[in-house]
Nanobody, 118 residues
Framework: QVQLVESGGGLVQAGGSLRLSCAAS????????MGWFRQAPGKEREFVSA????????RYGDSVKDRFTISRDNAKNTMYLQMNSLKPEDTAVYYC???????????WGQGTQVTVSS
């Protein structure tokens, strides 16, 4: 099945931007719903964004709406999260996930740290 590897995390100043990538292995990436989640220390995992298999439909958590943009390139087996106007409260480990089974995300990446300084 699919394996996921995130990259692109790092340390940025408030107001800056980062672009996260999630590279997928496997032969059926284009059939999966894909999503981004994040988790800060001491807090529950939070939904960030999701994109349909075609890339046409997207959804965002309220905390990131209008600042983050999710996209995917099925030809490259890669999903992206463009993060603009970053805030310190965006600091978290960001995970990508693949939805293979209906109604749930089945496969997860290892996570990439995003730290936003004030």
């Amino acid at each position: 099945q699919v394996q996921l590897v995130e990259s692109g995390g790092g340390l940025v100043q408030a107001g800056g931007s980062l672009r996260l990538s999630c590279a997928a292995s496997g032969r059926t990436f284009s059939t999966y719903t894909m999503g981004w989640f994040r988790q800060a220390p001491g807090k529950e995992r939070e939904f960030v964004s999701a994109v349909s298999s075609s890339g046409i439909s997207t959804r965002y958590g309220d905390s990131v709406k209008d600042r983050f943009t999710i996209s995917r390139d099925n030809a490259k087996n890669t999903m992206y999260l463009q993060m603009n106007s970053l805030k310190p409260e965006d600091t978290a480990v960001y995970y990508c996930a693949a939805g293979i089974t209906l109604y749930r995300f089945d496969v997860w990446g290892q996570g990439t740290q995003v730290t936003v300084s004030s």
